[in-house]
Every structure is written in C-alpha cells, then in structure tokens.
C-alpha cells in the first residue's frame, strides 16, 4: 500500500509553497498590500508551510479510495520571511488509478481579503515529492473582489511550497 502525500498543502494546500516570479506586465507587484486596478495584473509569491493536517479515509486502513479527503491548513510567509496570513481548504481523491488525482478547493486569507482557489491535482500517488500545480482562482473578498487568474504552486521542502498567485481583475 502507498500512502497518499498532502498533495494540497493549502493552493494551496496541504497546499504550502514557494514559487519565483516572472515578471507578468509593467504593472506585476509582489506585494500583499496593493489591489490591482482593473484590467491589471499583479504577480504575489508566497511561501507555504503546513501547519495542520488531517486525512479522512473511505476505507481506514485500507488502500487510497475514491473520496478520501484531507483537510489542511497552512501559514504564508511574503519573501521577507513575514507571516501574512494562511490557507485552509480540502482535497477530495476523484481517481486512485493512473497516479491518481484530487480536486481542492482552498480559501487564501491574506491583508485586505480572502481569494478562492479550485482545481485538479495530479500524480498524488506517484512515488517521490508532491507534483507541482496550476490551479484556477474563482473570485475573493475585500481588496481581491471579483479576482480571477491562477496559482501556480512547487513543492520547495516536505510541508513546504512556493505559491506564485497571479492575479487579474
């Protein structure tokens, strides 16, 4: 029996991470401090470490199933090294086979609001570290009303990930 790895260590998830970014546009930002105007991009690289964990297995004991689900929260960290805030969210197994897979869903709660993050990760099954993912952002609150774009996450460290969160409004 493999175990399933935290493949969200807060989106993420549980999706925890670190990621560098590349400049998107004239007007990209790494800070959590500043909206994007309309129509504007704004790039945010965060550092993810997990801080709690918890797996809810079908079959408890037993082989990874369809519908498992882990729940996690995480801290986030600017590039300073400054905690800005953190991530909780759930990923529910939709496939064992194949390498299997996860579908999560995941709240970032930074200044100025929250962002709402879903999407597919892949390979959670395969041997060796938590496979790198791109995840859709739905909307957010405060400051991120009405955002969308994508998070881009890498596992840098075991319960540590780089989350390059590029924004568009």
Known sequence: MRPIRAACLGTATALVALLTSAPVAAAAATDTDS???KGSH???TLTGRLAQQTRFPVNPGGSPAQGDRTVFR???FDQGGNQVGETGGTCTTTRVENGGAEECVVTYTLPGGQLSVQGMVFGILNPGPPPSF???ITG???KFDRARGSVHADTIAPGTR???IDLAR
Do not use: E, K, M
């Open 140 to 142: 957010g609150t405060g």
């Open 134 to 136: 791109d995840n859709g």
């Open 35 to 37: 909206a994007p105007a």
């Open 162 to 164: 780089r989350f390059t």
């Open 74 to 76: 995480s801290i986030l």
């Open 42 to 44: 704004q790039v945010i």
